[in-house]
Every structure is written in C-alpha cells, then in structure tokens.
C-alpha cells in the first residue's frame, strides 16, 4: 500500500507579503503544510505537481524551501510553466530520483515508489514566449517506454499540464500538453500498468477516467480557476479553500481522497 499527498501550483512570490490575485502565498502555503502535518497518518512521500514559485528568482525559491521542507516526508517536485528546471534543482530539496535517460536539463526523473510501482516525473515546460501549454518530449516517452520494457512495475506518471481535455473550451486551447493526445494513445498500450496519471496547472481538482487511465488533477492553496463547459476565459477565485489529496495505490487500485479546508491564517515566523 502506498500513501502519498498530491500538492500544487504554490506560486511563492520573492518575499513573504506578495500577493496574487487577492492572495498570499506565503500565508496559504503555510497553513496548507500545517494541515498535512497535522493528519493523522505520515504520507510515505508528497510530490508537488509545479508552479512552485510565480516567477523563477532566487528568493521565491528560497521562501518555498522554507515553508515545504516543513513537511514531515521527502517531496518529488515537478516544473511547472512557471517555474526553471535549474532553479528547481538548486534550491528545493527533493527525495531520492535517478534523472530519465537521454532528457539533458529536463527536470525528468523517476522514483521508487515502494510496493511494485515506481514514480516517473516528465518535464512538459515549453519557454514562456510559446504560450501556458506543455510538450512533452520524444526523448521522456522513449525514456519512459525503456523503464516498462525494464521491469513488471507498474507506473505513476506526474506532470504539471492536463494530458487530455477537460471540456473547457479556453483551458483545452492553452493550457494542455500540445501533443497529449499522441501520448494518450501510447499510454493506452499500458493502461493496467499505469496507476494514474496526475497534474497540477488547471488550479482545480478533477478526475478523469479515459481509455482505462485514471488522470487526476489536484487543485492549488492560493487561487483557484474556473473551467466551465462554454467559457472562453478563464476566472480566478482567490477567496478559496486549501486543497491537496490523499491518494493510495494497492492492488485493488487508485483511491483520490479531495481534501478542501478553509483557510485560517497561521502565525508568522
Ligand atoms: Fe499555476
């Protein structure tokens, strides 16, 4: 049995008082590892779906190790489209990985998740200039294509796009990876191995279960999106609750369980 917690989209500003869209960050952040810390069990590890910082500077990396080193297990990061693979790999403390073969700077990784299953992290980041959506690289697929034919494992995969579209039509134009549908059909070749699929970007929980593969997506702490079936923008609420999720993987399958509190400020240090 595994028992990991899901986080996402942190947006940590270079200084403690940076606000967004209503919010703080830092203030959401830390009562959101407060209320990890404060479950009654110990995840065996955590990993944050990117969008760790807003913007990629020194200090909003250094202000999130602050706050999420706090939590009580190793976190396995993933770049998000805010984010800088380098940056990532230079101030954020991660757990145990070994680098994907043949992905350069790709912040492309995998892990052992325990029980059977190992964690592979791919790297979708395209550069600002070309937009909010991912691309998910030749070399990751084959990469990750080497470690099925390796072993028995089974899989979980982690992102920070959505791989396939959620039926909202200004988040299904920007904010996918580009080439998810190709990757999809690769991925249905392995559906019984593959126990779930898990992003962050959209700032808000959803499950999809498509072809046999479970995608599931976790909300952010700090705003979150909506995503309606005929919206050609998207709105933000920043009024929201802390979100994160509880998943277990066993061979009877994959169980989310959505957390969603409302947020209470804790003392600053
Ligand atoms: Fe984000």
């Known amino acids: 049995m595994i028992e990991f917690i899901h986080i996402s989209d942190t947006h940590f500003g270079p200084s403690k008082d940076m606000e967004i869209r209503g919010s703080i960050p830092y203030d959401r952040n830390s009562a959101l590892v407060e209320a990890i810390n404060s479950l ?15 913007d990629p500077d020194d200090d909003a990396y250094q202000l999130a190790e602050e706050v999420l080193s706090q939590l009580r ?4 990061y993933v770049s998000g489209n805010h984010d800088d693979a380098a940056s990532t790999r230079k101030f954020m403390t991660s ?3 070994v680098t994907l073969e043949g992905v350069g700077d790709k912040l492309a990784y995998s892990f052992q998740m325990g029980d059977g299953v190992t964690g592979v992290v791919f790297d979708a980041w395209v550069p ?3 937009g909010p959506h991912g691309f998910l690289s030749q070399s990751q697929v084959m990469a990750f294509e080497k470690l099925l034919q390796a072993s028995d494992d089974r899989f979980a995969l982690f992102l920070h796009y959505p791989m396939v579209p959620i039926g909202s039509p200004w988040i299904d134009e920007h904010l996918l990876v580009e080439n998810g549908e190709a990757v999809h059909s690769f991925l249905t070749g392995y559906s019984e191995r593959i126990t779930g699929v898990f992003f962050g970007h959209l700032h808000r929980g959803l499950q999809i279960l498509r072809d046999g593969i479970l995608y599931s ?8 999106f909506t995503a309606g079936p005929n919206e050609t923008t998207c709105e933000f609420d920043s009024n929201c609750a802390l979100a994160f999720n509880h998943v277990t993987i066993s061979g009877h399958g994959t169980m989310v369980k959505e957390y969603s509190i409302p947020f209470q400020p804790v003392g600053r240090v």
Do not use: K, R
């Open 95 to 97: 757990g145990a990985n």
């Open 40 to 54: 009654n069990f110990t995840p065996d590890f955590l990993v944050h779906t990117g969008d760790i910082v807003n």
């Open 217 to 224: 997506g976790v909300s952010s702490p700090v705003c979150h």
């Open 128 to 130: 600002p200039e070309m």
């Open 73 to 76: 297990a190793p976190i396995h």
